[in-house]
């Protein structure tokens, strides 16, 4: 009797740390919601004199009727960021389309300057090695990059490119009549691309 007693305690003990205790607590929670990550942008406009702010603008320069040797035309083009980053460098680049090969050889550049900076003596080069710096030797510049480096690291200011061109004096007599079409082209980065 004494053993079947005590076997069977033995029993419930083992059947009661089978089943446990069976226990409860409370809990809670919260959370942040709605954690965007967006990217801003940079956003380069130009204007000129008689064009506001925009993406693209038109004849900011030109001359018609020039002759070797003539008065200069003058321009000036204006680069901003409207964008919500700030960038840092700015490249300009030109490309020209002529009705006669050769013709931007002869299209001198007598004045450049980005803000303060105369970009005749600290940026471009004499690429195709005629003596004088043209609208060819622009669009050749940095295999095609143009100017690069000019900085431009603020929103909403703007810098401006005043251009000068000249129909060179050594301009051949076969040029008569022709022409070329330049596009000059800014591109912001936010910094000197490697
Ligand atoms: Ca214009
Ligand atoms: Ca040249």
């Known amino acids: 009797m004494k053993r079947i007693l005590f076997q069977l305690f033995l029993l419930i003990s083992v059947a009661a740390v089978a089943v446990g205790v069976t226990r409860a607590y409370f809990s809670d929670q919260g959370a942040s919601t709605n954690n ?3 990217a801003g942008t940079l956003d380069l406009k130009l204007s000129d004199d008689n064009e506001t702010v925009a993406d693209s603008i038109t004849e900011s320069i030109g001359g018609s009727n020039m002759a070797p040797g003539g008065t200069p035309v003058t321009g000036i083009i204006k680069f901003r960021n409207s964008g919500t980053i700030v960038g840092h460098d700015l490249a ?4 020209n389309t002529c009705s006669a090969t050769g013709m ?3 299209l001198k550049l007598t004045k450049l300057i980005y803000g303060s900076n105369n970009l005749l003596t600290t940026a471009l080069q004499d690429v195709n090695r005629n003596g004088i ?3 060819d030797d ?5 295999d095609g990059a143009g100017i690069e480096g000019l900085t431009l690291a603020d929103l909403d200011v703007d810098h401006a490119l005043t251009i000068g061109v000249q129909l060179d004096t050594s301009t051949p007599n076969t040029f008569q009549g022709q022409h070329c079409v330049v596009t000059i082209r800014g591109t912001l980065t936010q910094a000197t691309p490697q």
Do not use: E, G, P, Q
Not at 92 to 95: E, F, H, K, M
Not at 138 to 142: E, I, M, R, T, V
């Open 138 to 142: 622009w669009a050749s510049l940095n």
């Open 36 to 38: 965007t990550f967006a």
């Open 92 to 95: 300009i680049a030109v490309t």
């Open 133 to 135: 710096l043209d609208l």
């Open 104 to 106: 931007a050889k002869y």
